[in-house]
């Protein structure tokens, strides 16, 4: 409960927004007792980002099951990011919640650099056309699918329909 009420707040508010008092107001405890968990703020969001990517990454991986075409696991990854970013239920908010690099502790740095690893890999494996320079389109196409939980509205688009037109100007089949 506690895990899940920080990253909650952590993805609501944000990391600096985000105080213990506010955690420990949600799960019903003192400020205080929650130091008794985590000595500081820093190693509770460490904790919650540390979970955060162990469940997308999770996801990714199923996603990818059973899948060989590299446009179709590149897909099958977005739709996974974004079905995780845009559920409230999920974790998967607090990996966009901190975006400061200068200030993240160095073992969140670590856990977002290998959950990236996931689709630096798929974007190697894909067909672009010239001139595409891998990184920017990894680094677009993540920045693009992570900005939609400031605009989405369940209703209009899906996850799925997302990821499809994210993909639809760079793909060749």
């Not at 696991?73 to 409230?88: P, S, T, V, W």
């Amino acid at each position: 409960m506690l895990i899940s009420e920080a990253a909650r707040l952590f993805g609501n508010k944000g990391y600096e927004n985000t105080s213990i008092r506010d955690i420990a107001a949600a799960v019903g405890i003192l400020p205080g007792s929650l130091y008794h968990h985590f000595p500081s703020k820093e190693e509770l969001f460490t904790a919650v980002y540390s979970f955060a990517v162990s469940q997308s990454l999770d996801a990714v991986k199923m996603a990818l099951a059973g899948r060989v075409d590299p446009w179709a696991r590149l897909e099958a990854a977005c739709i996974a990011h974004l079905q995780g970013l845009l559920d409230k239920n999920r974790f998967a908010a607090v990996l966009i919640s901190h975006l400061s690099v200068s200030s993240l502790p160095e073992q969140v740095v670590t856990l977002r650099d290998s959950y990236e690893a996931v689709f630096k890999n798929l974007i190697a494996e894909l067909p672009l056309p010239a001139g595409i320079d891998r990184r920017i389109f990894r680094l677009g196409l993540l920045g693009a699918m992570n900005w939609a939980i400031t605009w989405y509205r369940p209703g209009s688009e899906t996850p799925a329909s997302i990821a499809r037109k994210l993909l639809t100007p760079v793909r060749r089949e």
